[in-house]
């Protein structure tokens, strides 16, 4: 694994993480905290991929 992929495999879940507890906090919504998780998830794998 290059030092990028492993850079990806870190923030994904961080960010999935924060997403997560902006929701139990009442900051982000259902809809915005599914689309956050979805597009990190879908970013992560093609960028993951790629390299």
């Known amino acids: 694994m290059t030092d990028a992929q492993i850079g ?3 923030a ?3 960010i999935i993480g924060f997403a997560i507890l902006l929701y139990r906090m009442g900051v982000l919504q259902r809809g915005g905290t599914i689309s956050a998780v979805l597009a990190s998830v ?4 093609v960028l993951f991929v790629s390299q």
Request: charged share 0%.
């Open 42 to 45: 879908a970013i992560a794998t």
């Open 8 to 10: 990806l495999a870190v």
């Open 12 to 14: 994904t879940p961080i």
